[in-house]
């Protein structure tokens, strides 16, 4: 046991007879028995009494806000990413309720840190009210007749969440031990130290004594789970590749004779191909010597609805990348009509390409209706009709398109042939 | 024609984004792929060195504050949802003086409103994220050079300053594709951050005529390091109100606006005999821009600024208001957030906006606007 000190000299800054006192002796001392260098620890304290404990302690320490002291240790564990660096969270039952979702994951994930759970069965801090932590029978001075509810078992549900190190203990006396084990654990551990608030929990149970009331919650006094769990290891990647490589570049190949922009926009439905013939025809102007831009439009449910997509393609640099009015419309599916029918109608010009099983919606652009799912199938009908509308309105060469299209692996499963029926 | 391009390409900003962060000295990317942030998501992935997967925002926050009490420089892309959950951990990071970014892409709402549409509604949001009007400096995307050259900027203010640093984008910048020659962009040199050196103990929050104070990581063991996010001393130890940790507090804001023209980022194209400036900023500068070149090929005298440092406000872009008689500022949200900072709910004779959602504002609208009282 190493003479290290962990706390100062002045005098701990708790209620008389309040057991967070004996929580910070005890972890002072379960660190001298680990002889650990006070500087490798980081102790993480949340809102409440406890967490004014901070300034007695001579390891580096960490104040965050209320129930979030797992999640920010936890980051502070992940980002040390040493095992050999202690990190220690201070939390009350009342901070362990406001953020059980972090102490379930934490244990989930296995985290290099130690939770200290203080249970003194409410928030001490605001006035003595129930957390979820209270015991059946147990009065506050906010719920004077006593909870109704059983309180949470925390160590029934870390082991199950996966912790590695698990203990309950009675916050009286000498429980160094326990804190030796799971601040020495491997991943994510937790110690439940049952206590009773002088201010509020003795006043409002007199005469109850801490012992029988964990015995009456049922509460077992016991080592739950035994250190030997998973420590999470922090991904690192000390030589990412570069978002910008030579795979992404396009080289001009063809020449387009359009001399002004021509934006297009393309409706069909969702797991047809409409982005990707939508790409496919902005990155075929790249290749013809345009720039283009694609915007993709569809519903947050991927698979189903419409999907809609606008392409401009200009000899001429693109600044504003939206269409309202589009100079051509294709529609190829009744979800892709539904959701063009107010761009149909704005447009006084232009032509609108529309799947011949469709109803005309109303426009003023000259219409033109084409069988393209019944020539390639309703899976291909967007690239299709890409490959249309390239050929017709005369946008830049097919064979930039056909470039593209080859170029994918999409080629492999459709044949190019019968994307050229014109 | 593009003969002359070296490297042209089809390409998102998203990607230009988290390739700028990385190189500008971000380390660590934490988050949920909340839409319409997906593709930074999905980026960060494959070039930060290090990605976590965090299960909602709250934790995404709490996480970085972690990484970056630990020596790493965060980044995180949310948007409104996950954004109105961060906000207390953001303040708390604000109080602890940890750098990180957070890259609010912003969509439709109000409230889960539509994840897939485009918007420029959380101006506000960000304005009014700190309890006692605190500022995060805030920068705004107006095209794919800013994507790169902002938010290399963004990471380099949050190590400089020791602070959150906001980034805010739109759907359609992040998700878009638009064929881009990215040899026109300029190197991005990282930032590291300023440590102390110092034999003295260590005062975490102990700043020089900078404002800022040095930093030390939790992972050295020869200084103490104490961090809070409750009104402290220069020690980093809760204080009430004591007069020392009280002018520390208000250290956060004077820090932030001391060094303010060092970060204040606009364009501003001015044309001579105009008495009209076009004021936008974010999704909507390409369609202004496009409409002041419409303006300008029919004779018609205009002027542009396009605001990308938005937060705290530069002073500057009321001074150059005031030289205009008639002020068009145009925002994709429904009650003019940025003309509201600037001009106040009083307003000013001759200011007037272009405002419109769920759909991007066309340099149409805006010419009508600037021409309506002619």
Not at chain 1, 204 to 227: H, Q, T, Y
Not at chain 2, 72 to 99: C, D, K, N, Q, R
Not at chain 2, 220 to 241: C, F
Not at chain 2, 324 to 343: A, H, M, S, W
Request: glycine share 8%; net charge neutral.
């Amino acid at each position: 046991m190493s003479s290290l000190r962990f706390l100062t000299d002045a005098q701990l800054p708790f209620c008389k007879g309040c057991g967070h006192a004996l929580v910070a002796q005890n972890t002072g001392k379960a660190l001298q028995k680990l002889n650990i260098n006070p500087l490798d620890v980081v102790l993480v304290t949340d809102i409440g009494c406890h967490g004014i404990v901070d300034k007695s302690f001579l390891t580096h320490t960490v104040h965050g806000l209320h129930g979030r002291s797992s999640a920010l240790a936890a980051g502070i564990a992940a980002g040390l990413n040493n095992p050999g660096k202690k990190v220690i969270v201070f939390t009350g039952d009342g901070g362990a309720t406001i953020g059980m979702q972090h102490l379930i994951g934490g244990a989930h994930l296995g985290f290099d840190m130690t939770v200290v759970v203080h249970n003194n069965m409410l928030y001490g801090m605001t006035g003595g009210q129930p957390s979820e932590f209270t015991p059946c029978g147990f009065k506050t001075p906010t719920l004077p007749e006593g909870s109704t509810k059983a309180g949470y078992d925390i160590c029934e549900l870390m082991v199950a969440a996966g912790a590695s190190y698990v203990e309950r203990v009675i916050g009286i006396g000498d429980f160094s031990d326990s804190f030796a084990k799971a601040f020495s654990a491997s991943g994510f551990s937790l110690v439940e130290v049952m206590e009773i608030c002088p201010s509020y929990g003795v006043k409002s149970n007199p005469g109850m004594k801490l012992s029988k009331l964990v015995e009456d919650a049922g509460w077992n006094v016991r080592v739950f789970a035994d250190g030997k769990g998973p420590s999470f290891k922090t991904p690192v990647n000390l030589e990412p590749k570069s978002l910008l490589s030579e795979k992404l570049e396009v080289q001009p190949k063809y020449a387009s004779s359009i001399q002004k922009p021509v934006s297009i926009m393309i409706s069909g439905s969702a797991g047809e191909g409409v982005q990707s013939a939508a790409e496919f025809l902005a990155k075929a102007a790249m290749v013809s010597g345009l720039n283009s831009t694609k915007k993709g439009s569809y519903p947050v449910t991927v698979g189903v609805g419409f999907s809609a997509s606008e392409v401009i393609v200009s000899p001429n640099p693109i600044l504003y990348t939206g269409s309202p009015i589009p100079d051509v419309l294709i529609i190829t599916s009744s979800d892709g009509l539904g959701y063009a029918r107010a761009a149909a109608s704005r447009m006084k010009a232009g032509v609108l390409y529309i799947d011949d099983s469709l109803d005309v919606p109303e426009t003023g652009a000259r219409v033109e209706k084409v069988p393209f799912r019944e020539r390639v199938g309703a899976k291909n009908s967007a690239m299709y009709a890409v490959f249309y509308v390239v050929f017709h309105e005369k946008l830049y060469p097919v064979d930039a398109l056909k470039d593209v299209f080859l170029s994918n692996k999409i080629a492999e499963k459709i044949n190019i042939e019968t994307l050229l029926q014109f | 024609m593009h003969e002359s391009k070296k490297n042209l390409a089809f390409i998102d900003g998203s990607r230009l984004i988290t390739e700028a962060l990385v190189r500008a000295g971000a380390d660590t990317f934490v988050g949920y792929p909340i839409t319409p942030a997906n593709l930074l998501y999905l980026y960060a992935t494959k070039r930060f060195p290090t990605m976590l997967a965090a299960p909602d925002e709250i934790t995404t926050l709490q996480w970085m504050s972690g990484f970056a009490v630990a020596g790493h420089v965060p980044v995180t892309a949310t948007s409104f949802p996950g954004y109105a959950l961060m906000v207390e951990s953001i303040g708390m990071a604000a109080m602890m003086e940890l750098p990180m970014v957070i890259i609010l892409v912003q969509r439709l709402g109000p409230a889960t409103g539509t994840a897939t549409c485009g918007a420029q509604g959380d101006l506000n949001v960000v304005f009014g994220t700190m309890s006692g009007g605190y500022s995060i400096p805030t920068f705004s995307i107006s095209n794919y050079h800013d994507c790169w050259e902002l938010s290399a900027k963004a990471v380099h203010t949050a190590i400089q300053l020791r602070t959150p640093v906001v980034l805010l984008t739109s759907k359609e910048m992040v998700m878009t594709l638009q064929s881009f020659d990215w040899s026109t962009l300029p190197e991005i040199k990282p930032k590291q951050v300023k440590l102390y050196n110092g034999s003295s103990p260590y005062l975490p929050y102990k700043a020089d005529e900078s404002l800022i104070p040095d930093f030390l990581p939790v992972s050295q063991n020869q200084h103490q390091v104490r961090i809070t996010a409750s009104t402290h001393d220069t020690k980093g130890i809760l204080q009430n109100v004591l007069p020392e940790a009280i002018d520390n507090t208000k250290r956060l804001e004077l820090k932030v606006r001391k060094h303010l023209d060092e970060y204040t980022v606009f364009d501003l194209d001015e044309q001579e005999g105009s008495d009209r400036l076009i004021i936008t900023y974010d999704i909507s500068s390409q369609a202004s821009r496009e409409a002041v070149a419409s303006l300008r090929a029919k004779g018609e005298k205009v002027s542009l600024l396009v605001a990308k440092t938005l937060l705290p406000i530069p002073r500057v872009y009321v001074e150059i208001a005031s030289r205009y008689k008639r002020v068009v500022i145009v925002e994709e949200n429904l009650t003019g957030q940025l003309r509201q900072l600037l001009f106040g709910v009083a307003g000013r004779n001759g200011v007037s906006g272009v405002n419109g959602i769920a759909k991007m504002i066309s340099p149409t609208e805006i010419i009508e606007e600037v021409l309506r009282h002619e």
